[in-house]
């Protein structure tokens, strides 16, 4: 088995972690399952233990724990009941490659207790890198990117601090709003939002690429992964989602990935790294599609975009803030408790509450989020829809 990557993966029942396990299953000798967490999907979790029989699981939603056990077939998993159990799994030499799957912040301590144990960790979970960047980013030789962006730059530089790169271009849907007017934004439902026109994902990454705030997360995110300026950031609106990012370098020369928008293929790049492995799914055929087509963002539509580069130049804006309040603002939606629009309007009036989080701890950062989070739900009662 010494040949045998042994993961954990954090979020195993959404849509990254299911992706994960359709390229386990296609390579099933390669990879031992070391442990499957989930926040409160039971059924699928129970039905992921069954099948591939990891040494540990966890479910954070303890109500659920006694359902979980009676969907059990496989019985010699050890189900963890206290987060402190799954630190100490996290910590120990068990495994080799955490999985980061988990939406929103609650990944942040999880994944960095990972990165200090020296393990590999495949990164979907943007937000902790948003959050935490400067700490992050001490440990980025040990980070492979699983987003289809990051992943598709990741392809072509590595690891590579390269002064031949003039800039790298994120490509980008536009989501289900790219074509529709801004003058009917206010009529926009949860419903209507989570029809993506490309990627099946989860719901609060869905509303993300509604307002295209999925671009300022990766835009943050890539300065910290590639350690590159906000002026060698560039974005881009693909609506076709077959290219997945550029690097353009000072010669004139632009390099890109393409490929089916499916999540498996940047996950199997980053499991099987440095070698490829089977993803399941089938090469792009070019010929079977009549345009590719590239736009400039509509920043009146789109103000998202912005967010990010005010936070990386150095405004009062902190790139933790940002997270907070996107992330409380599409919960609100999602519960439809506030519209469309006013989850821009949230994160702008946000931008008032000042967070420095350079030089801070885990510890501080998580502190310092909470106490954001607080005058954030302040903030957003004053959008509650009547």
């Not at 994960?20 to 099933?28: A, W």
């Not at 059990?72 to 910590?91: F, M, P, V």
């Not at 289809?148 to 289900?176: C, M, R, W």
């Not at 501080?364 to 909470?370: G, H, N, R, S, V």
Request: glycine share 4%; proline share 3%; charged share 20%.
């Amino acid at each position: 088995m010494s040949n045998v990557n042994k993961l954990i993966i954090l979020g195993s029942t959404g849509s990254i972690g299911k992706s994960t396990l359709e390229v386990i299953k296609h390579n099933n000798d390669n990879f031992n399952i070391i442990c499957l967490t989930a926040d409160s999907s039971s059924v699928v979790l129970a039905e992921q233990i069954n099948f591939f029989k990891p040494k540990f699981a966890y479910l954070n939603n303890h109500l659920l724990i006694d359902d979980l056990k009676s969907r059990l077939t496989h019985n010699q998993t050890i189900l963890i009941t206290d987060i402190h159990q799954l630190h100490d799994l996290l910590k120990s030499d068990s495994y080799n490659t955490l999985v980061a799957a988990m939406s929103g912040s609650t990944g942040l301590l999880l994944t960095y207790i990972a990165l200090q144990a020296n393990k590999i960790v495949l990164l979907a979970n943007k937000e902790s890198l948003v959050m935490a960047g400067d700490l992050f980013s001490k440990y980025r030789k040990q980070i492979i990117p699983i987003d289809s962006e990051h992943n598709a730059i990741f392809q072509v530089i590595g690891y590579s601090d390269s002064e031949e790169i003039n800039k790298i271009t994120l490509t980008a849907s536009g989501g289900p709003f790219r074509a529709y007017p801004r003058s009917k934004f206010e009529q926009i439902t949860v419903e209507m939002a989570l029809k993506h026109p490309n990627w099946s994902m989860g719901r609060k990454i869905t509303i993300d690429s509604a307002t295209m705030m999925n671009k300022c997360l990766e835009i943050i995110e890539a300065h910290y992964l590639f350690n590159l300026k906000s002026d060698q950031i560039d974005v881009l609106v693909h609506p076709e989602s077959i290219i997945h990012s550029i690097v353009n370098y000072n010669d004139g020369s632009s390099l890109c990935q393409f490929s089916e928008p499916n999540m498996q293929i940047p996950i199997s790049y980053a499991l099987g790294y440095p070698n490829r492995i089977n993803s399941g799914i089938g090469s792009f055929d070019l010929s079977t599609i009549e345009n590719l087509n590239f736009s400039k963002i509509d920043h009146d539509k789109f103000p998202s975009i912005n967010y990010a580069y005010e936070a990386l130049n150095g405004s009062e804006t902190s790139c933790l803030v940002i997270n907070a309040a996107n992330e409380l603002a599409v919960n609100a939606f999602l519960e439809k408790q506030i519209s469309f629009l006013s989850i821009f309007s949230i994160i702008e009036d946000s931008f008032r509450i000042s967070q420095n989080t350079t030089g801070l701890s885990i510890e501080e950062i998580l502190d310092a989020d909470t106490l954001c989070r607080q005058k954030i739900k302040e903030i957003i009662k004053k959008y509650f829809i009547n």
